[in-house]
């Protein structure tokens, strides 16, 4: 039987952090929420069309987690993506000098996804060189 590790409790996290993102508001102009499936009628900002990717790199994540298969690759994509729609919502709205408009949940929850991929990644890097350092001392 094969335990889960953290890296692929980290992996189920991120992936509902992304799943979540992707169904909760991203943009609040104080009297409205926009959430993905609206941002990306906007055709000034043609990668918020990248918000469709969320939910299937959500699923991905939450699926490999759950058989225990740890994906780097998912990791870096995910992140990758997550950073480039926030720099585009960044980019539309600029928050530090706005004093109505703000980020909603869905925005904090792909930052949070971003920290947990980072997170995994270390713990992972973590876990090849302890198994290096074991394999020369035995």
């Given amino acids: 039987m094969q335990y889960a590790t953290n890296k692929n409790i980290l992996q189920i996290i991120c992936g509902v952090l992304l799943l979540f993102s992707f169904f909760s508001a991203w943009y609040n102009t ?8 609206e941002l990306m ?44 729609l926030i720099y585009e919502l960044n ?9 109505i408009d703000g980020a909603a949940n869905g925005y904090y929850m792909a930052g949070l996804a971003i920290l947990i991929s980072i997170a995994s990644f270390i ?7 302890n198994v290096q350092t ?5």
């Avoid at 074991?134 to 035995?138: A, R, Y």
Wanted: proline content about 5%.
């Fill in 30 to 37: 104080g009297a409205f929420l926009f959430s993905p499936s």
């Fill in 41 to 84: 009628g906007f055709s000034r900002f043609p990668l918020f069309k990248l918000f469709f990717v969320l939910p299937i790199l959500g699923l991905a994540h939450i699926y490999f987690g759950w058989m225990k298969t740890y994906k780097p690759i998912l990791h870096l994509a995910s992140t990758i993506l997550s950073i480039i």
């Fill in 91 to 99: 980019r539309m709205v600029n928050f530090g000098t706005s004093n």
């Fill in 123 to 129: 713990l992972s890097k973590k876990d090849i060189s």
């Fill in 134 to 138: 074991t394999g020369k001392e035995g």
